[in-house]
C-alpha cells in the first residue's frame, strides 16, 4: 500500500474508532507518539494486515508531526470559519473570518519559540524549501493546500512574519459560487460556454479576493480529454481532470544559481503538446510568452493578474510586455493582448464580506479608431446601501452581443437561445 494511502487510512481509523480528536490536544509529543502507536497495532490487528516496522516509524513521525508542528496555532488551522491566519511577530496574531479581519488573544512565547514553529511547518510541508537568515522569505503549500508565507529578520523588523492563506474545499463547483452569491446563474452560463470554447480567460483582483478559487471552479469544465498544464509560483491550483501535468518554478540555491522562472517553465510547456495552459499567476516576461503563444495557435489559456479593475488589468498586461524590452511599439502591444485575450473576470472582496464577480469584460480593437475598447457584458451594481450586513445591489447585463461570439461557433458551443440580442 502506497505510504500516502496507508497514513489516510491511519488517520482515518484513529479519527473513527479512537478518542483521538478528543485527546490530542491534552497530549505531549512523547505521549501522542505512544497514541498513534497504539492505534496502528490495533488496526493491524482489526484488519488483519501487516506494517513493516521501519514504514509504520515513518507513519508516526508524519502524523505526530502534523499535530504538533501548528503549536499555539492548532485551534486557528482547525477552525473552519478562519480563511487567513496573519502572525506579526510572537505576540500579535489577526485572523480574517467571512472577510472581516480581527485580533486574537493567540501568543507564542517567544520570537525564538515561533521561529522554530515555523521551521516545523515547513519540514512537514515536504516541499524541499529552506528560510533562514541567509535566505529569509520563502513561499510553500501545506498538505491540505493552504499557502503559506514566511519572512524572518532581517528583513524583518518584528520578528518572524507568517501568513497562512487556508485552502478551503468547500468550494469545488459553480453551484457552490451561485450558492455564495458570487455570481448569477447567467454569469456562470457564459463562463462555462467560455471553457468548452477555449477561451483565453484572465482572472483579475486584489489579494484576498478570491481568484484562484473561481479559476479553480470554471476550470473544471475544461474537457477531460484535453491536455493541461499548469504552471506556478507555490501549488494552489486543485484541477480536477486526470490528464493535468503540473510544474513548478525553482528559486535560487544558496549559491545564487539554479533558479527556473515561470518564463523558463512557460517556454518549455509548449514543447509538451499542451492543450490548455494554466498559469497561477503572472508578474513578468512570461506575459510576452503567453500572449505569443496565444497568437501563434495555443488558446484556451487562464492566468491570475492582480489588478483593481478590468482596465488596471490590460494596462498591467500591456506593462509587462514593455517591460521585456520588446521592440514594438505600445499600440501594437495594446493591439496584441485585445486580440489574444477574450474576457476578463475581476473578482472583489467587498464590505459585507462576499466575493463577487465584479465585471465580465470583453476586449475589442477596434481597427478603425486603432484603439482597445473594454465592454463589459456583465457589471454589478451596487446601491451604495449595506442592509442587515449584506452590499445590496445586482448585476446588470449587455444584451449586445460581444466581440467572440464566432469562437462559440467555432467550437460548436451554444448558448441559450436570446441570450444576446441577434
Known amino acids: 500500500m502506497a505510504s500516502e494511502d496507508l497514513r489516510e ?4 481509523y484513529m479519527i473513527n474508532n479512537t478518542e483521538f480528536l478528543k485527546v490530542k490536544d491534552t497530549m505531549n509529543e512523547d505521549q501522542l507518539r505512544m497514541f498513534v502507536n497504539r492505534a496502528i497495532e490495533d488496526m493491524m490487528d482489526e484488519k488483519n494486515i501487516e506494517i513493516p516496522f521501519e514504514q509504520r516509524a515513518e507513519l508516526i513521525k508524519s502524523l505526530v508531526s502534523a499535530v504538533m508542528s501548528l503549536g499555539p496555532l492548532r485551534p486557528l488551522m ?34 525564538q519559540h515561533l521561529a522554530h514553529t515555523v521551521q516545523k511547518i515547513l519540514a512537514g510541508s515536504q ?9 529569509p522569505y520563502v513561499d510553500f503549500s501545506l498538505p491540505d493546500g493552504s499557502r503559506v508565507n514566511v519572512i524572518l529578520p532581517p528583513c524583518s523588523t518584528m520578528g518572524p512574519v507568517v501568513t497562512i492563506r487556508k485552502f478551503k474545499d468547500d468550494i469545488g463547483t459553480v453551484e457552490h459560487l451561485l450558492d455564495v452569491k458570487e455570481l448569477n446563474e447567467e454569469m456562470a452560463t457564459l463562463l462555462i460556454a467560455a471553457m468548452k470554447a477555449k477561451f483565453n480567460v484572465i482572472f483579475c483582483g486584489a ?36 490528464h493535468v501535468v503540473s510544474l513548478q518554478t525553482k528559486p535560487a540555491n544558496i549559491e545564487g544559481k539554479g533558479e527556473i522562472t515561470m518564463a523558463e517553465l512557460f517556454t518549455n510547456s509548449l514543447r509538451m503538446r499542451p492543450d490548455r495552459i494554466i498559469i497561477g499567476e503572472i508578474r513578468g516576461e512570461e506575459m510576452l510568452d503567453l500572449i505569443q503563444s496565444i497568437s501563434s495557435g495555443h488558446s484556451g489559456s487562464l492566468a491570475i493578474v492582480h489588478a483593481e479593475s478590468p482596465l488596471d488589468c490590460f494596462d498591467r498586461m500591456v506593462t509587462m510586455m514593455l517591460l521585456t524590452g520588446i521592440r514594438l511599439s505600445t499600440q501594437e502591444i495594446r493591439r496584441q493582448v485585445a486580440r489574444a485575450v477574450d474576457i476578463i473576470v475581476h473578482i ?15 476586449i475589442v480593437w477596434n481597427d478603425e479608431k486603432k484603439e482597445v475598447e473594454l465592454v463589459d457584458i456583465f457589471r454589478f451594481d451596487q446601491t451604495g446601501r449595506i442592509v442587515d450586513g449584506i452590499v445590496e445591489g445586482d448585476w446588470t447585463k449587455n444584451r449586445k452581443p460581444p466581440s467572440f461570439m464566432s469562437k462559440f461557433a467555432k467550437h460548436r458551443v451554444e448558448l441559450p437561445e436570446g441570450y444576446f440580442d441577434k
Open 207 to 242: 489579494t484576498g479576493s478570491g481568484k484562484t478559487t473561481c479559476m479553480n471552479v470554471f476550470s473544471t469544465h475544461i474537457p477531460e480529454e484535453e491536455r493541461i498544464i499548469t504552471i506556478e509560483d507555490t501549488p494552489e491550483l486543485n484541477l480536477r481532470q486526470d
Open 9 to 12: 487510512k491511519v488517520n482515518r
Open 78 to 111: 482547525e477552525d473552519e470559519t478562519i480563511t487567513e491566519v496573519m502572525i506579526n511577530g510572537c505576540d500579535t496574531i489577526y485572523i480574517q473570518r467571512y472577510g472581516k479581519i480581527e485580533k486574537v488573544d493567540i501568543k507564542f512565547d517567544s520570537n
Open 127 to 135: 516541499s524541499n524549501k529552506r528560510v533562514d537568515e541567509s535566505s
Open 348 to 362: 472583489e472582496l467587498f464590505n459585507d464580506g462576499v466575493r463577487r464577480i465584479q465585471n465580465i469584460t470583453d
